[in-house]
């Protein structure tokens, strides 16, 4: 059974880091590309990043860009989204999703994409 599995979300300090991870179960995750979302209380779920595993393309949000990393590890069957600097307005519960349709580009943010989700994890910026 395909499964991606979210962990590594908290409550942390503005200006604190996280480090979450999407982990796969029943496919190759080299096989797909990762998208990471979030959905804030009271808003619509949003693209953070993502990464396409044809090329190595990386996308982010303009709200994340210099502030996320996303990577990649193969080996670990695993996909990260390094945060730094995080800020309140971060807070939410943040998805990882997988696609595969190679028609996928500059619209990498719409669901549409992507065939699994995550079931999530909170992430809590707050002093």
């Known amino acids: 059974q395909l499964q991606l599995v979210e962990s590594g979300g908290g409550l942390v300090q503005p200006g604190g880091s996280l480090r979450l991870s999407c982990a796969a179960s029943?496919?190759?995750?080299?096989?797909?590309?990762i998208g990471w979302f979030r959905q804030g209380p009271g808003k619509e779920r949003e693209g953070v990043s993502c990464i396409i595993n044809s090329d190595g393309t990386i996308y982010y949000a303009d709200s994340v860009k210099g502030r996320f990393t996303i990577s990649r590890d193969n080996a670990k069957n695993t996909v990260y989204l390094q945060m730094f600097s995080l800020k309140p307005e971060d807070t939410g519960v943040y998805f990882c999703a997988a696609g595969s349709d190679i028609r996928i580009g500059s619209t990498w943010y719409a669901d549409r994409w992507y065939h699994y989700w995550g079931q999530g994890t909170q992430v809590t910026v707050s002093s």
């Open positions: 029943g496919f190759t995750l080299d096989d797909y590309y």
